[in-house]
């Protein structure tokens, strides 16, 4: 069945620096990749999604990539702050519909 | 404000009682969801459903059944629970747009 493997499980960095979270997913006719953002104790939220006609795009600190030839995408979070510490989540879909997430990174920034 | 409602929002029952967890959606999309989340694990999809005489399978259906009593309300049921249901439950809709809108989640503990 479908799958998307997320890596790391666990990111650490000191604020200011750079995080990035990889994906990868197995059913090529995914076109849908969203990322999700779950602080402590709340439900998770849309951060930023990518559809598969385009290689990039980017909202302020964020970024996402994707690589549909490998079937990767990534999310890079510039000039990291104690606020981006949370559990962040990629997911796969044909349009939106049955979306399969993966199994997480939970990113520390270290003041 | 519309939004994604699920009732309880913590839950603690004896293993092999019936439970059932319930969401209701003022957002008026077709799509609704219910996802396990387990640490470590990242979202499992348990059901879904596009519209009211529609239902699948997820990932993880074996011991869960749902209902769609209306376009917008979704209930998961676990028949007979057991401990190893012990986890977060998250509710989700998503239109044509493809974002998915949780909401708060059901925390449910199985003894």
């Known amino acids: 069945g479908e799958n998307v493997e997320q890596h790391p499980s666990t990111l650490s960095v000191q604020e200011g620096d750079s995080a990035v979270i990889k994906c990868t997913y197995s059913?090529?006719?995914?076109?849908?990749f969203p990322w999700y953002k779950q602080e402590l104790g709340k439900r998770p939220q849309l951060i930023i999604d990518?559809?598969?006609?385009?290689g990039e795009k980017k909202d302020q600190r964020i970024a996402v990539t994707l690589n549909k030839t490998a079937k990767h995408f990534s999310l890079h979070i510039t000039e990291t702050q104690p606020e981006d510490s949370a559990v962040y989540f990629c997911?796969?879909?044909?349009?939106?519909?049955?979306?399969?997430f993966g199994a997480g990174t939970r990113l520390f920034v270290k003041a | 404000d519309a939004d994604v409602t699920q009732t309880p929002r913590n839950r603690i029952t004896k293993t092999g009682k019936r439970i059932m967890l319930e969401c209701s959606q003022t957002?008026?999309?077709?799509?609704m969801y219910w996802y396990r989340q387990d640490p470590g694990l990242g979202l499992r999809l348990i059901y879904y459903?596009?519209?009211?005489?529609?239902?699948n399978k997820g990932e993880i259906s074996d011991g869960y059944s749902v209902s769609r009593q209306a376009q917008a309300k979704f209930s998961l049921s676990l028949e007979s629970a057991i401990p190893n249901q012990t986890a977060l439950y998250f509710c989700?809709?998503?239109?044509?747009?493809?974002?998915?809108?949780f909401g708060q989640g059901t925390r449910l503990t199985v003894v």
């Open positions: 989700a809709t998503s239109g044509t747009g493809s974002e998915a809108f």
């Open positions: 059913d090529s006719a995914s076109n849908y």
């Open positions: 990518i559809r598969s006609n385009v």
């Open positions: 997911a796969a879909s044909r349009g939106g519909f049955k979306t399969i």
């Open positions: 957002k008026g999309h077709d799509r």
């Open positions: 459903s596009f519209d009211v005489k529609d239902i």
